[in-house]
């Protein structure tokens, strides 16, 4: 608690890992537009959720309809057989002190490949 509290939750780390999370927003933000998915994504500080909706979910029931077991399925083991981790339970891309640019890119062009195998 201590680490954390000195260390990762001050100013200098929480606004690197805001930014690359505004980054990674950004990223899949392109995907959806650009192959014109109706999903969507959330940024809260440095954490970033995609759904399949094309508003993001207000409360617990409209998360509830959002989601799609198969197309979570698909999306991690497509993502995690090319080296990109993603919460196991959805979409959820909470960012770290050592997560870099490098990192969400590498998620982008995975998600971006994902989603164009998935269109065929």
């Known amino acids: 608690m201590r680490a954390t509290l000195g260390e990762v939750l001050t100013d200098e780390p929480f606004a690197h890992m805001i930014a690359v999370c505004t980054r990674y927003t950004s990223g899949v933000q392109d995907v959806l537009e650009s192959r014109r998915l109706p999903w969507s994504i959330a940024q809260l500080g440095a954490r970033a959720e995609y759904r399949?909706?094309?508003?993001?979910?207000?409360n617990g029931g409209?998360?509830?309809a959002a989601g799609d077991a198969s197309l979570d399925e698909y999306l991690h083991l497509y993502t995690i057989n090319r080296g990109i981790l993603m919460t196991p339970f959805h979409n959820m891309a909470p960012m770290c002190p050592a997560t870099t640019e490098a990192d969400v890119d590498a998620h982008t062009a995975v998600f971006a490949s994902a989603v164009d195998d998935l269109l065929g």
């Open 52 to 58: 399949f909706c094309a508003a993001p979910p207000r």
């Open 62 to 64: 409209e998360s509830a």
